[in-house]
């Protein structure tokens, strides 16, 4: 049985996402873990989402649909300034391939894809084809790649694979640069990836900072 991963959109308070963020990483993270999850990670915003919403994931090992729920309760238990809380089970593809949380910061993107099921074997090569030169050449590290239930804003069609990627640059600049290749390696790269677009009915990405790190707090005002 596959791990099951949750990703789950809170909505805080106005000017609040910092006090939840924080209760989210003491208390209700040690209740979580309690009853057998893992708090894999909490991002803020930092371009394309609201100010005061936060992007989390939790992990149950060979967890199952029930534990979607749970983890959500858990989560928000006893936090007055959590408004709303949407989530959304998840099985790894590609990655990851063990709980492993990140733990580094940096300009984490969150890309969603709605693809028809009849293009996602060849979506899936193209990731594993382009990762190992889209890590080398810019420094960046792809966290992982999921399949969802379903999406935040999608069309939810039938016969349609819905995932969410998970991407880590050290900074924004490094996204632009990622962008725009350098040489033909980059080039080849950037085709592969961009073939993924032509092959997807929808996405969209918007980009977060991790209040989870351990190497150092992000302390830039974005929003």
């Not at 382009?130 to 069309?155: C, H, K, M, R």
């Amino acid at each position: 049985m596959a791990d099951l991963y949750t990703h789950h959109r809170v909505m805080c308070a106005p000017r609040r996402w910092q006090a939840v963020a924080d209760a989210f990483k003491t208390g209700n993270a040690d209740r979580l873990a309690a009853e057998g999850g893992v708090l894999y990670g909490v991002w803020r915003s930092q371009i394309g989402t609201p100010r005061d919403e936060l992007n989390v994931i939790t992990a149950w090992p060979t967890g199952t649909a029930t534990d979607t729920a749970k983890a959500t309760a858990l989560l928000s238990e006893g936090v007055a300034d959590v408004r709303s809380v949407e989530s959304v089970s998840m099985t790894p593809t590609l990655r990851p391939e063990r709980i492993d949380p990140p733990q580094r910061q940096g300009n984490f993107a969150f890309r969603w894809f709605e693809t028809p099921t009849k293009h996602w074997p060849e979506f899936l090569d193209l990731c594993a084809g382009a990762w190992p030169g889209f890590e080398s050449s810019y420094d960046s590290q792809v966290i992982g790649l999921w399949q969802t239930d379903n999406l935040p804003g999608g069309g939810h069609q039938d016969d349609t694979v819905r995932s969410l990627l998970l991407t880590r640059r050290p900074d924004l600049a490094m996204w632009e640069r990622s962008k725009i290749p350098a040489n033909p390696e980059e080039e080849e790269v950037r085709r592969k990836l961009s073939r993924r677009y032509d092959l997807c009915e929808w996405t969209m990405v918007y980009t977060t900072t991790l209040l989870t790190a351990k190497d150092r707090e992000d302390t830039a005002r974005w929003t």
